[in-house]
């Protein structure tokens, strides 16, 4: 079975980064994606949203919000997969969690395993 674990959270000024990590075990199906959702204080577990998801072949997809800004990495040998946040803003605040699903995973109902979530925390 799938387990993921992520890394890699914390709290920073905008206009700073951060890298998080998530290491992941068990079989992963060739056509799962991998990929980071986030979910805001007030919205619930429904309201997550994805952030970056990359295929078994690493090629990445990328909400509006944050194209340009986060780049996602995922290395099948390392069983990791990364997410580089630059330039970060006070609404990129939120729970992220790293999630297996069908590709292309663009929301909750595509995600068959979440991972426990880790804090990012940006201050003006």
């Known amino acids: 079975q799938e387990r993921l674990v992520e890394s890699g959270g914390g709290s920073v000024q905008s206009g700073g980064s951060l890298r998080l990590a998530c290491k992941f075990s068990g079989y992963i199906h060739p056509n799962y994606c991998l990929g980071w959702f986030r979910q805001a204080p007030d919205n619930g577990r429904e309201g997550r949203e994805m952030v970056a998801y990359a295929d078994n072949g690493g090629r990445p997809g990328y909400a509006d919000s944050v194209q340009g800004r986060f780049t996602i990495s995922r290395d099948n040998a390392k069983t990791t997969l990364s997410l580089t946040m630059d330039n970060l803003k006070p609404e990129d605040t939120a729970m992220y969690y790293c999630?297996?699903?069908?590709?292309?995973?663009?929301?909750?109902?595509?995600?068959?395993?979440w991972g426990q979530g880790t804090q990012v925390t940006v201050s003006s």
């Open positions: 999630a297996v699903g069908l590709c292309p995973m663009l929301g909750v109902p595509d995600v068959v395993k």
